[in-house]
């Protein structure tokens, strides 16, 4: 009959070596912590391009720019045109929801002298709000002439620090300065990047009179297709329609390799954490010959000290995991790391963790049963008389 040892001699095993279980413990634990902060990094862009995207909402755009917004050129009309020729656009006491947008990427300084830095700027009137749902002013006012509103992770975008992306600061690009109104969130969307200043303000600065493109919200119900035939049938604006989730969509495409190096990354971290816990455990396996030997001559059996050395192993693993999960829960969770989208937070959720804990469990397992099995080949005899 198997007679398993008790569970408390695992432990008393441990605390007999404080600092080689230490040790095990610190490495086990950043092995662990690695891997989920690459984990917190595939999570964090695939949720911040998932949530951006509103199926109700389509984009109208310049013919053959595939998802190049900032390169879209349509005519200002456009905005009315869609207004008055479609019947499925979503209105509330007679204003409809579209919203004509200039978008483009652009140095931006925080101060005339100061080095520039990529940013996202979207020209955008007061219809932007009703149209992207998700936006909400957290600190401050709608831009008045002059004035920009900046998105929640756009200090992290444009690499600033938080007090320079305050309301009442101002920022420099396309030669002007501008001060900011007010910030504003997006439910952790790619919108929350961006700068949004008033529509003419930056076709001022730009001196143009076009727009990018035009968003607008369908009412339920309402078909997709009657926008992509309005774009067909207009062949002299050269218009093309998209949904907006199927936009995000393609850039989630285009972000795919990235997505599967982090992926990559992950494994190699984990096999590296193996390699670590096979040398560790092998040192504190072999160290213990004579007493996993004499363990068998009062009685064990080897099944009952391998099981015993796996639970070690284990209880260390799992530890780790705890200690790593709390750090990353703490430190590493919805911090903002900058992108060529723009910026997003990393995410240690639910899913994230059970990996992570999945992960140490295979690291304490597959550490520690290949020297136990190892081991317990010598023979009793041989074992006892071990040095």
Known sequence: ???????????????????????????????TLLVLV?????????????????????????????ENLEYSSIPMR?????????????????RK????????GTQVRTSPDALPSMGLVRGVTPDALLVHRRVEIVDGHWPQPGEIMIGRLAPTKLGI??????????????GRSWRISGVFAAGGSAFESELWCRLDDLQQGLKRQDLSMVALTLAPGAAFEDVDLF?????????????????????RRDYKPVLWLSWMVVVLVAGAGVFVGLNTMYGAVMG????LATLQTIGFSRRAAILSVVQEGTILSMTAALLASAVAILFINRLSVR????????????????????IALFLGVCGSLPPAVRVFRLSVVDGLKAV
Not at 45 to 64: C, E, H
Not at 78 to 94: E, I
Not at 231 to 250: G, H, N, P, S
């Open 97 to 104: 929801y579209t919203s004509p947008e200039l978008y483009l």
């Open 339 to 358: 992108f060529t989208m723009g910026a997003f937070e990393l995410r240690i959720d639910s899913i994230t963790l059970l990996i992570g804990y999945a």
């Open 288 to 291: 213990r010959i004579r007493e």
């Open 38 to 66: 690459v984990l917190g990094f595939v999570r964090g862009l695939d949720r911040s391009l998932a949530v951006s995207g509103d199926p109700q909402t389509a984009i109208v755009f310049s013919l053959g720019m595939g």
């Open 231 to 251: 774009c067909k049938e207009r062949v002299d604006l050269e218009l093309q329609a998209i949904r907006q989730t199927e936009y995000f969509d393609t850039l």
């Open 1 to 31: 009959m198997f007679r398993p040892l008790p569970w408390e001699y695992g432990i008393r095993n441990l605390l007999r070596r404080p600092l080689r279980s230490a040790l095990t413990l610190l490495g086990l634990s950043t092995v």
């Open 161 to 174: 620090a938080e007090e320079h992306a305050r309301p009442g600061q101002t920022l420099t690009f396309e």
């Open 78 to 94: 456009t905005s009315d045109l869609l207004a008055s020729s479609l019947q499925g656009v979503q209105q509330r006491y007679g």
